[in-house]
């Protein structure tokens, strides 16, 4: 096969004019004869043994024209995308001009390419860093939330029952004199001053002692989800069976070693401590790379086509559809339940996809502009933390990531860890973030930090891994 010319039709788009010579062609012809024919049935032969120019002369010469096209195809597209040197994403018709076993096959072959991308000011964007603190009151809600969780439940006699406390009761509701679908429940548990309930119910079960058979008395609101209850007065007839309160465990050194390994109260309030400041200081790291991401967009200069859009909105779904499927359920069966189609995800993920060509387009020119490689180690190290990753032997994700993809990743963020390194971070105080203040602040050079890999749809804004073989084929992406 030969690229006779590359002709370019406008901007990321290309006509490629290819040759198939006459002995690829008859080539082409005989490989699917030798399939074809053990289906055809030619008088005075057996099936499957009439000799190819019988078949032709009964059938017509072009009998075998359209399986050989189809044979060479993916071959041919392959071997021109490579030979014409462009980078392509997308394959778009093919035409063929001349065809015949003298001739071979002359054809055209359109292909959609990457854009190139320009970006500037890079270097110095300034960018805000969220204040991290952790006080007293951050620590107690983290040590209340500890003894939620180690709470048990008790029953209370003697008293009525106050706000906070878990009452059973029986109800039974009446609007016009009449009982109303979902208004009636037996042993039905309620924590009082929740809000579970029409407002003024919780209040007047409040005072109630066990046993007590009583009337509540409430207005459904105006905005009640069922039409024939909205604004109407009701009647819960009530038995209140049992009082119940969850009893919090006491703070102390004894809570502290049940519920953790160190011994003392003290230990266990500096280790939340360090722990809450970590996880800040993470999440502060996390949103100053979303703000350089904003920025690099902002700056990113590229004639976008359709199809690489398109493209990445396909990556998106299939990646959303292989989580679904990790959690036992299905792209279909998720959209009959959301009424929802394929369509309805496309115009969905559409922003989020334009979004995520721009910035790797950004990242690529960054890196090719400051000269950014991945080192033979870096790369390896990148297989095995996959491998780690996913409990996989190396081997396995190499068979299933190209290096490319790797290096691609690497080179990105490498690129992005340029960004971090000259940004200017703009230090924001405790105090100004809590008055919604916006005051100068100091300033400083930001340090290279690994950045964090998000998990979810989180990871929408940064550059996504392109690098499963399943995917490998542009042309094969889009044959179809």
């Known amino acids: 096969m030969n690229v006779k010319a590359t002709n370019k039709v406008e901007t990321n788009r290309y006509e490629l004019e290819l040759e198939v010579s006459p002995e690829e062609f008859n080539e082409a012809i005989n490989t699917v004869y030798k399939r074809e024919s053990k289906k ?101 809600r983290e040590i209340d939330r500890v003894r939620e969780r180690n709470s048990r439940i008790i029953t209370v006699e003697g008293r009525a029952a106050e706000n906070g406390d878990i009452v059973t009761i029986d109800f039974d509701g009446y ?41 509540v008395n409430v207005t459904f609101p105006e905005d009640y989800h069922a039409e024939e209850l909205k604004g109407k007065p009701a009647v819960f007839k009530i038995k209140l069976h049992e009082i119940k309160v969850k009893e919090l465990p006491t703070v102390d050194d004894e809570f502290v070693k049940d519920v953790s390994e160190f011994d003392t109260l003290d230990e266990y309030k500096k280790d939340i401590e360090k722990r809450l400041q970590e996880q800040r200081e993470k999440a502060a790291d996390s949103d100053v790379e979303n703000q350089l991401v904003e920025a690099i967009i902002e700056k990113v200069q590229a004639e976008i086509p359709d199809e690489m859009v398109e493209n990445e909105v396909d990556e998106i779904i299939n990646s959303f559809a292989y989580r679904l499927q990790s959690q036992g359920l299905k792209l279909e069966t998720y959209l009959k339940y959301t009424g929802q189609t394929t369509d309805d995800l496309r115009v969905q993920y559409k922003p989020q996809a334009e979004r995520q060509v721009k910035v790797r387009l ?119």
């Open 40 to 140: 055809m049935n030619i008088p005075g032969f057996r099936k499957g043994h009439a000799p190819r120019a019988f078949i032709e002369k009964y059938y017509g010469e072009e009998v075998f024209y359209e399986a050989a096209i189809d044979h060479l195809y993916r071959p041919m597209v392959m071997e021109a995308v490579e030979k014409s040197g462009l980078q392509v994403i997308s394959i778009g018709e093919f035409k063929i001009d001349e065809i015949g076993k003298d001739k071979g096959i002359l054809c055209k072959l359109n292909v959609v390419t990457k854009p190139e991308a320009t970006i500037e000011g890079y270097k110095g964007i300034e960018v805000t860093h969220p204040a991290v603190e952790v006080t007293g009151e951050d620590i107690d």
């Open 175 to 215: 609007v016009d004199g009449k009982q109303f679908d979902g208004g009636k429940a037996d042993n039905y548990e309620l924590t009082l001053g929740a809000g579970q309930f029409i407002p003024g119910f919780e209040d007047q079960v409040v005072g109630h002692s066990i046993g007590d058979e009583f009337d």
């Open 362 to 480: 950004g990242l690529e020119k960054i890196a090719e502009l400051e000269g950014l490689k991945p080192t033979e180690e870096e790369t390896e190290a990148e297989y095995q933390k996959l491998a780690d990753s996913y409990g996989m032997p190396l081997e396995s994700v190499k068979n299933l990531v190209t290096v490319e993809g790797i290096n691609g990743d690497i080179q990105n963020q490498k690129a992005i860890d340029l960004v971090k390194a000259n940004a200017v971070v703009v230090e924001k105080k405790a105090e100004e973030e809590q008055a919604g203040e916006k005051k100068p602040a100091k300033k400083r050079a930001s340090t290279k930090k690994k950045a964090e890999a998000a998990e979810g749809e989180e990871a929408a804004e940064k550059p996504k891994r392109r690098s499963s073989k399943k995917a490998e084929s542009t042309e094969e992406k889009n044959e179809g």
